[in-house]
């Protein structure tokens, strides 16, 4: 009864919430689900700083105040290490999305083979693994740049 496969594989939201079952496609998955989350958040954020900045929703146009406010909270550490992050998932976001769109498109897939019972889900092949080590290195790379950029 224990070996049954039915019976192993019911772990319900623990096995949801355990990272110690993810291989690197689950992890590509997750990070380009929550990077999107939040690219989101940044450009709302952003939307509503230069909104500010303009005098709000009815625009009466910037301050001298209005712009030392938002220098105060973005020309500081922490806002480099925001623009730094934002920078990094940007760009394994844009990165990840075009090795999506080549698999959507089957460009940097083969052919599919038959199912044959038990069906036994296969790993990426070695190219979309190389993609997306490329994504994460091309991120470093971009986090390196801003970090240079911005606190050099």
Do not use: C
Not at 61 to 73: F, K, M, R, T
Not at 104 to 133: D, N, T
Request: proline share 4%.
């Amino acid at each position: 009864m224990e070996s049954d496969p039915r019976v192993l594989n019911r772990r319900g939201i623990r096995g949801w919430l355990n990272p110690y079952h993810y291989n690197l496609e689950r992890w590509a998955y997750v990070f380009q689900r929550l990077t999107g989350v939040l690219i989101l958040l940044y450009v709302l954020g952003h939307i509503g700083d230069t909104s500010f900045f303009v005098g709000g929703p009815l625009g009466t146009g910037p301050s001298q105040s209005s712009w030392a406010l938002d220098l105060s909270v973005t020309e500081n550490v922490v806002g480099h290490l925001v623009l730094v992050l934002a920078v990094t998932i940007v760009v394994f976001h844009g990165f990840n999305g075009i090795r999506l769109i080549l698999a959507e498109y089957g460009i940097i897939f083969q052919k599919p083979s038959r199912i044959e019972y038990p069906y036994r889900a296969k790993g990426l092949r070695a190219m979309q693994q190389h993609l997306i080590w490329a994504a994460i290195v091309l991120a470093i790379v971009a986090a390196l740049w801003a970090g240079s950029i911005l606190f050099g």
